[in-house]
């Protein structure tokens, strides 16, 4: 059994940064994908960016290319997002996920995740 813990978020000016960190305590996940999506009161879950099980892949949503960065270390069991040149659409419950794969991308990340954790908040003020 795996518990993701998320941290990092907080509160931002427009144009800055923030970097989220997600730690899984508990088995390996050495050999799966990893990422991130955001789900703001009452709407879906929306992908941010999943990064392949030995880190040579990333994947992104197209409003976030550019401007986020996905990475991970398998040896401290952690992923990371470094979030630049934040908008005020980017406020939102930021999850950190473990799929059940490999390599997952934009179509299959959410799909097939096996765990998530409680989620981080990111507030961008304008």
């Known amino acids: 059994q795996v518990e993701l813990i998320e941290s990092g978020g907080g509160t931002v000016q427009a144009g800055g940064s923030v970097r989220l960190s997600c730690l899984a305590n508990?088995?390996?996940?050495?050999?799966?994908?990893m990422g991130w999506f955001r789900q703001a009161p009452g709407k879906d879950h929306q992908f941010v960016a999943a990064?392949?099980?030995?880190?040579?892949?990333?994947y992104y949503a197209d409003s976030v290319k550019g401007r986020f960065t996905i990475s991970r270390d398998n040896t401290k069991k952690r992923v990371y997002l470094q979030m630049d040149a934040l908008k005020p659409e980017d406020t939102d419950l930021y999850y950190c996920?473990?799929?059940?794969?490999?390599?997952?991308?934009?179509?299959?990340?959410?799909?097939?995740?096996?765990?998530w954790g409680q989620g981080t908040l990111v507030t961008v003020t304008s």
């Open positions: 996920g473990i799929n059940r794969w490999g390599e997952a991308g934009p179509l299959t990340f959410i799909r097939n995740l096996e765990v």
């Open positions: 508990g088995r390996t996940f050495s050999n799966n994908a």
């Open positions: 990064i392949n099980w030995i880190g040579d892949r990333t």
